[in-house]
């Protein structure tokens, strides 16, 4: 069963969004590459991605740890998404995305993101 790991929001200040959740609910600080830094609460991930190109503030990808591709892909096309998950590049944490009926992005990972 898919159990959700991951949420990015896209904001214009990432130093403020990073303290305000280190500080007011204890996450951690697991890593951070150009344009985001990645939380962790030992469960659930949290990107805070920098604003940039079309990228419009507040919610950006959710993200589900998956078992394998073909039960979600299945449960996918059930549900009315039109296309199979797209491969994300190797350095992304994800290796698929496909978009919701609304367009909101979702990664699906089989191997997760690191929780430290």
Known sequence: MPRLRHLAIVT??????????????GMRVIYARPGATHLSDGEFNLAIRDKSGNLKEGLCV?????????????ALKEAGVPSD??????????????PDPDGNLIDLSIHGWPLV
């Open 12 to 25: 214009s200040n990432r130093e403020r969004m990073v303290k305000f959740y280190t500080v007011a609910f």
């Open 62 to 74: 959710i993200g589900f740890d998956v078992d394998d591709t073909k039960d979600i892909s299945d």
């Open 85 to 98: 998950p797209a491969h994300m590049p190797k350095e992304h944490d994800a290796e698929y995305r496909v």
